[in-house]
């Protein structure tokens, strides 16, 4: 800091207390720095940190402390070289797009049961851009795999759990077919999170989170990572330099700060996400249940080993025998606990009308193509006591 004693009042309230040198000790969580800018005594420094011969920072839209301090733990947790934050899910989504080379001209083969956004933004934006897209069933390997053979398809793009039907994707045998035709294999991991399982260790070359969801866990963050390679980390990094879809400082902080209950979290909710379904099989007034827990759902045997048992997340949809929207929405609006909200992966039980919200932008015909039906109605559940989640359930579906 610069001596400030000969400066006017006015002066002294701009500057006092400001840039006092990094202290001699470490604060055990790691600090919210919200400055914009760095300053350095020697421009000749500030130079060489542009030039990367220097580590620092220059601006928030380059980089951040605690953002970095956010990648790196992301980058820990899923056993990557390198993580880059951005602003939102989708930020991370459709930088990971381009990332892994999709432009005009190019094809994209995706999973056809996606987030709905994930959906429209493949099928308006990027088709709207010249870029074919080709929604396939990611369950059927034969299928995937002419796709992208047929078009020469420079990605594929999954969700390691879909949402909302539940449906697992095989990452080792996607990887493996996607690198056969040299596309890169893109994994939206947002419901299993880092503790069901490590794309990039099954041989992912993206994995892709709203860290919104799990990672951060609390609702009250908005928030998307990609881990990655150490060189596709620093396209990532350059392109966003000049995109700016930058995750801010306080948000970093917030997402860091869920990060270390993630695993508690997630093996409460893996557990009580069992029961749940398993209860909601039981019931007379619900059709289908959507879960890779059940063992009658049809990728069980490949969510045990791929998940090594840790548990099927704390998604799951069902379908109310012969509710319409109408009749979902009755029975949304009598849940006490379970709140409607349109999120998941919180700490909170949340339940969401798929038709109306999250798949809203898809027209009806895409919807009864990709299975999602007035009745559906997907449920995110809570760190609450599992027996009130049950009874909670069990009133709303009885007024319902
Ligand atoms: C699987 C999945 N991916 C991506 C997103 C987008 O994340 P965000 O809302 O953080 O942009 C969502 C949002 O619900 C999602 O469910």
Same mark, same amino acid.
């Given at each position: 800091m610069k001596d400030l004693s000969h400066t006017s009042f006015q002066t002294r309230a701009v500057h006092a207390g400001e840039r006092v040198p990094p202290a001699d000790y470490t604060p055990v969580t790691s600090p919210i720095w919200p400055t914009v800018g760095y300053l350095y005594e020697s421009m000749d420094d500030l130079d060489a940190v542009f030039a990367h011969s220097k580590p620092g920072q220059v601006y928030l839209?380059?980089?951040?402390?605690?953002?970095?301090?956010?990648?790196?733990?992301?980058?820990?947790?899923?056993? #990557?070289? #390198?993580?880059?934050?951005?602003?939102?899910?989708?930020?991370?989504?459709?930088a990971a797009l381009l990332g892994a080379g999709v432009k005009a001209g190019t094809s994209v083969v995706a999973a056809l049961d996606v987030y709905g956004a994930t959906y429209t933004l493949l099928n308006n934006l990027f088709a709207g851009m010249d870029v074919n897209v080709r929604m396939v069933d990611v369950t059927n390997h034969d299928e995937v795999e002419s796709a992208i053979k047929e078009m020469g398809a420079t990605v594929l793009f999954v969700e390691s759990i879909s949402n909302p039907l539940l449906k697992?994707?095989? /990452?080792?045998?996607?990887a493996e077919r996607a690198h056969r035709h040299g596309a890169s294999l893109l994994v939206d991991s947002t419901f299993a999170s880092p503790y069901l399982v490590n794309p990039l260790a099954h041989g992912a070359d993206f994995?892709?989170?709203?860290?919104?969801?799990?990672?951060?866990?609390?609702?009250?963050?908005?928030? *998307?990572? /990609?881990?990655?390679?150490?060189?596709? +980390?620093? +396209?990532?990094?350059?392109?966003?330099?000049?995109? *700016?879809?930058?995750?801010?400082?306080?948000?970093?902080?917030?997402?860091?700060?869920?990060?270390?209950?993630?695993?508690?979290?997630?093996?409460?909710?893996?557990?009580?996400?069992?029961?749940?379904? +398993?209860?909601?099989?039981?019931?007379?007034?619900?059709?289908?249940?959507?879960?890779? *827990?059940?063992?009658?759902?049809?990728?069980?045997?490949?969510?045990?080993?791929?998940?090594?048992e840790k548990g099927y997340g704390g998604v799951l949809s069902f379908? /109310? +025998?012969?509710?319409?929207?109408?009749?979902?929405?009755?029975?949304? !609006?009598?849940?006490?606990?379970?709140?409607?909200?349109?999120?998941? *992966?919180?700490?909170?039980?949340?339940?969401?009308?798929?038709?109306?919200?999250?798949?809203?932008?898809?027209?009806? !015909?895409?919807?009864?193509?990709?299975?999602?039906?007035?009745?559906?109605?997907?449920?995110?559940?809570?760190?609450?006591?599992?027996?009130? /989640?049950?009874?909670?359930? !069990?009133?709303?579906?009885?007024?319902?």
């Open positions: 839209r380059y980089s951040n402390p605690t953002v970095e301090a956010f990648e790196t733990a992301i980058a820990n947790l899923e056993g #990557a070289e #390198a993580a880059q934050a951005y602003g939102s899910g989708m930020a991370a989504i459709h697992v994707a095989d /990452i080792p045998v996607l994995a892709i989170h709203s860290a919104t969801k799990y990672l951060s866990g609390h609702g009250d963050v908005l928030a *998307g990572v /990609i881990a990655t390679s150490r060189e596709n +980390k620093n +396209k990532l990094f350059e392109t966003n330099k000049l995109v *700016g879809a930058v995750l801010g400082p306080f948000e970093a902080w917030l997402a860091l700060r869920g990060l270390k209950t993630l695993p508690l979290r997630m093996k409460q909710q893996c557990e009580s996400a069992l029961q749940v379904a +398993k209860w909601l099989q039981s019931q007379r007034r619900v059709k289908k249940v959507n879960y890779p *827990g059940l063992t009658d759902h049809p990728q069980h045997t490949l969510a045990k080993r791929l998940f090594e379908e /109310i +025998k012969g509710a319409d929207k109408a009749g979902v929405f009755r029975f949304m !609006e009598s849940l006490k606990i379970c709140l409607p909200a349109t999120t998941l *992966g919180d700490v909170y039980s949340l339940v969401l009308h798929p038709a109306t919200s999250s798949h809203r932008s898809l027209t009806a !015909e895409e919807r009864a193509r990709v299975g999602i039906s007035d009745g559906l109605v997907r449920l995110s559940v809570g760190i609450e006591s599992v027996d009130d /989640i049950l009874s909670d359930l !069990e009133t709303a579906l009885a007024k319902g």
